[in-house]
């Protein structure tokens, strides 16, 4: 089995579907692994893959996790199957289950601590003709996932479509007596390992599409990088990621950490009386003068920084100027930019 890759060059904020639409023609493999290009992270896309097979899903979306999170969502008991999906504005609505998926599923764990991370892996012919099939669908997270996950199971029984005579009674295979029995049936079957396994019961229900999920674990990072504190947060904590993981295996990646807790590397020079506080880096080439102050502070490779400059909670990206007196706080300064003497910044992004 072979996966196509669609990622952005550049920062987007979601993964599009009209880009997709657009290349529709071009896909050929029988699934595709579509990443967002503004996801930072250490999990393998592989790992969805392989989870995609393996329950030969229509899709499979990577979720990770993350205390704070926007997204509701719910799975089944065996927690590798999407029962529910609610993003944006949605979750500030009352919520809404089907009543197909709540008995087959029997029982649904809502989540609101795992984050989509914009890694999802297709069965190509099902992303096609829902692309061809809703032409409105913009974006994968907001409009084709949850809306494979809402039609997953379809089944007359359950159909929100009754069918109405002339004196206005409903009636055919949606009647309650119906409802009843499918119903019972479908709840005795929901200590099954997972609720998909209701398919082979023997019940009249006609089986459309899986979507699965695939959880990283939780020592793994994934952040989307859609915002200038997200590009700080995510270089301080790179610098982080080294100290912690890397530990004693220094002479693996070249850094030489201090008993500060940062990492200088070794080519970097310091001035007199400055001082690099916790969890702070200083790259390759990079040469900081006298009586300066870098606190909680990326600093990239090849920079030239004077004298009684102080940088707090920000990020010099490469090659970048700053002159004597400066102060830099949460800010970005980005690669070749120069600052004069005695500029003073704050909350900026400097070009």
Avoid: W
């Avoid at 099902?126 to 494979?148: S, W």
């Avoid at 109405?164 to 009636?171: E, F, L, P, R, S």
């Amino acid at each position: 089995m072979h996966f196509n890759t669609s990622a952005s060059h550049r920062i987007i904020k979601e993964v599009a579907a009209g880009a997709l639409r657009a290349i529709a023609h071009h896909l050929t493999a029988k699934d595709i692994l579509i990443v967002s290009g503004d996801i930072v992270s250490d999990i393998s896309p592989g790992a969805a893959a392989a989870t995609h097979r393996r329950h030969d899903a229509a899709v499979t979306a990577m979720l990770s996790k993350k205390p704070a999170c926007y997204d509701i969502i719910g799975l089944d008991s065996s927690k590798q199957f999407f029962l529910y999906i609610a993003t944006g504005v949605e979750v500030k609505r009352d919520t809404r289950l089907k009543k197909s998926i709540l008995c087959a599923a029997g029982k649904m764990e809502i989540r609101s601590d795992l984050m989509d991370s914009h890694i999802y892996a297709f069965k190509r012919s099902v992303l096609q003709e829902v692309l061809e099939q809703k032409p409105t669908f913009r974006c994968l997270k907001q409009d084709v996932l949850p809306y494979l996950v809402r039609t997953q199971l379809k089944s007359d029984v359950f159909s929100d479509e009754k069918t109405v005579d002339k004196n206005g009674n409903g009636h055919g295979k949606n009647n309650m007596q119906n409802n009843d029995v499918v119903s019972s049936q479908i709840l005795s079957n929901a200590s099954l390992p997972t609720f998909h396994q209701v398919y082979e019961s023997g019940l009249d229900i006609r089986k459309t599409h899986k979507c699965c999920v695939y959880i990283a674990d939780e020592c793994k990072y994934c952040v989307r990088l859609n915002s200038i504190q997200a590009f700080m947060d995510i270089n301080r904590d790179a610098s982080c990621f080294l100290i912690t993981v890397i530990g004693d295996a220094n002479h693996l990646s070249g850094y030489s950490f201090s008993a500060h807790h940062n990492i200088v590397h070794p080519s970097a020079e310091l001035g007199s009386k400055t001082t690099v506080g916790p969890h702070c880096m200083l790259g390759e080439g990079s040469q900081v003068g006298d009586k300066c102050s870098v606190k909680r502070s990326v600093i990239g490779r090849h920079c030239r920084i004077g004298s009684n400059v102080k940088v707090v909670n920000s990020v010099v990206m490469d090659h970048a100027t700053i002159g004597d007196g400066c102060s830099i706080q949460g800010s970005v300064i980005c690669s070749n930019a120069q600052l004069q003497e005695r500029v003073s910044l704050r909350d900026c992004q400097g070009m």
